[in-house]
């Protein structure tokens, strides 16, 4: 080699090194034959290493890459996926350009993934990045917690996998549509498997194609970017809960200020009225009369009980939580309703699970669960013959309670509004609206979950989830 070549390698060299972006050369087969000092880093390697192929032995392979003229005029060659040998970079995106002395300028990117991860995990919607075959390469850290993956796992599979099987074909017509380059209109669907209530709400599912200036400042890129939000009818009903709430909170800070205004008064005309019955009873009065303070007492009785439920919904009594058996509490539970059963000729049957079910919680506030639900049931049986059935089954980490009646059931405008303060069907006086609320709360505080299914002239169900302590 002559020291006129020489010194015009080194000048080349020299300015390689100074370039802002990752460069190579390498030979017609792939062989890289020097790479400058980003490259080098990028790729990972060692000072003094031999320099990688990039597994490109065989000329055909230019021919499977994408020819795009660059902006002086020249050929340009682009390919993602391309393997390495020899150095820590599994895989890397290029961008090849002829040089005229049968070698390639080399220009190194980071494949799409690499590039996009940090920016679509601080996106609140969930966010998956596909290649031309609809394969999920990417999932912002949203998408992955619904779909109960690892941090930082990806799905690995057909986009279409992760949504509902009935509304798969049209995903598959807007994927088509989005790889031809059009915008094809949002699909709804549901998630699959997702930790949303429900096994998935509808959600709406948007699908893009990604243009060159999303995927690189060097090469198109054929794939698509897919975003998943809640449909608007979901958003609609977060929005009717969230106002549903606030109007709870309010209500609470209410009921609690007037409930402790009137216990004591309460608790006063309780105790006088007691004092009058029994102190002259049989001697002053009418008979009649006796029977008139007994009134006044079982009223203040009632009104005391309303009171200590509005205290309960606000929250306002605390308690210490503790390991509680879940069977144990469920009989105790039918114990106090023995009145109420007994008066409306309605069993109770038991399937439970064989292993006690430990809980932690307060067992006073569990057991009023199920003394709401089974003095509901009864109360809505309509002659001899009820029934109610409670099954507890483990679901994972929940232990899983149903209380079942074969009672006349609710229409679906009162199923709506069955949780909701002070909604009552009672036409008696007896029912105060604040049952199902209190149970509603009470499961919240123990970390649940309680639904209703009924249907008219069928019953009615309750489920009630709750976290179970995890055996020894």
Not at 168 to 186: C, F, K, N, W, Y
Not at 222 to 227: D, E, K, N, S, T
Not at 336 to 341: A, F, K, N, S, T
Not at 344 to 372: C, D, K, S, T
Request: with cysteine; glycine share 10%; aromatic share 4%.
């Amino acid at each position: 080699m002559s020291e006129t070549v020489a010194a015009e390698m080194i000048n080349f060299a020299r300015v390689l090194d100074e370039l802002r972006d990752p460069v190579a050369v390498c030979d017609a087969t792939g062989q890289l034959i020097y790479v400058n000092r980003l490259a080098r880093a990028f790729l990972g390697i060692a000072q003094g290493a031999a320099l990688p192929g990039l597994n490109l032995t065989q000329r055909e392979t230019f021919s499977q890459m994408r020819l795009q003229p660059s902006e002086d005029g020249r050929e340009e060659y682009f390919l993602g996926g391309v393997s390495l040998q020899g150095c820590e970079r599994e895989t890397v995106s290029v961008s090849l350009a002829p040089m005229g002395d049968g070698n390639y300028r080399v220009l190194f990117e980071p494949e799409t993934d690499e590039r996009l991860a940090p920016i679509i995990d601080q996106i609140d919607a969930l966010v998956a990045i596909c290649d031309g075959r609809r394969q999920v390469r990417l999932a912002n850290a949203a998408l992955t917690r619904v779909l109960g993956l690892a941090p930082g796992e990806d799905p690995e599979c057909d986009l279409l996998d992760i949504f509902a099987p009935e509304d798969r074909p049209r995903l598959r017509v807007a994927a088509s549509r989005a790889l031809a380059g059009t915008m094809p209109e949002p699909v709804f669907t549901r998630l699959v498997g997702s930790d949303l209530p429900d096994g998935g709400e509808q959600v709406q599912v948007r699908i893009r194609p990604i243009s060159p200036e999303e995927g690189s400042r060097h090469r198109p890129m054929r794939g698509l970017v897919v975003v998943v939000q809640p449909s608007q009818s979901s958003l609609e009903e977060l929005k009717r809960r969230f106002a549903r709430a606030e109007e709870l909170m309010s209500l609470g800070q209410l009921a609690a200020g007037v409930a402790h205004e009137l216990k004591n008064p309460l608790t006063s005309i309780l105790n006088y009225a007691d004092y009058l019955l029994r102190k002259y009873r049989g001697q002053l009065f009418d008979p009649r009369d006796g029977e008139r303070l007994q009134h006044i007492i079982e009223g203040v009785e009632r009104i005391d009980r309303f009171v200590r439920d509005l205290l309960n919904l606000a929250g306002t009594e605390g308690a210490t939580l503790e390991e509680v058996e879940l069977h144990g509490c469920i009989r105790t539970a039918v114990g106090l309703c023995e009145v109420p059963l007994e008066q409306h000729q309605v069993e109770v049957r038991y399937e439970l699970a064989e292993a006690p079910l430990a809980l932690l919680g307060h067992a006073g506030g569990l057991q009023q669960i199920f003394v709401n639900l089974i003095t509901n049931a009864a109360r809505a049986m309509e002659g001899p013959g009820g029934r109610i059935d409670i099954c507890t089954r483990v679901d994972g980490d929940e232990a899983v309670i149903e209380v079942r009646d074969n009672a006349c059931g609710m229409a679906p405008s009162v199923l709506d509004r069955a949780f909701e303060p002070f909604f009552t069907t009672s036409t008696n006086g007896k029912g105060s609206g604040l049952g199902l609320s209190l149970v509603g709360r009470i499961v919240e505080q123990h970390g649940g979950s309680v639904s209703a299914e009924s249907e008219e002239g069928s019953g009615t169900t309750f489920t009630v989830r709750l976290p179970v302590l995890p055996t020894e």
